[in-house]
């Protein structure tokens, strides 16, 4: 039998405090058991089958992650991943949250 392979809709932001992403990945009707992440320090893959359909994508991420620290939850076909940012207080320092450009015209 053929799979369908159909790439999740994903959201990724920062928790208030810009110390963590919060990544949610929609995977209606899965099967909690059947979902398979792979989470490295600057990317994530994320596959589940569902009755002949397959979601499945790989996803970069702007700055490195603690993946020794990484939390899931699966909810009402949300699949959420938290994950603190890598050395947070270093990147502060080098800049992380970004420095005024002055535009001249």
């Not at 990724?12 to 995977?27: A, C, T, W």
């Not at 909690?32 to 596959?47: A, G, T, V």
């Amino acid at each position: 039998m053929e799979r369908t392979t159909i790439t999740p809709m994903v959201t990724v932001s920062h928790d208030i405090n810009r110390e963590q992403l919060e990544i949610d990945v929609r995977l209606p009707d899965v099967d909690e058991k059947r979902i398979s992440l792979d989470m490295k320090k600057d990317s994530f893959c994320i596959s589940a089958p569902k009755n002949g359909t397959e979601y499945s994508g790989c996803f970069l991420l702007d700055h490195e992650v603690d993946t020794g620290r990484v939390e899931t939850k699966y909810e009402d076909g949300l699949f959420r991943i938290l994950t603190p940012y890598k050395n947070y207080w270093d990147r502060l320092r080098e800049g992380f949250m970004g420095r005024p450009i002055s535009v001249r015209g």
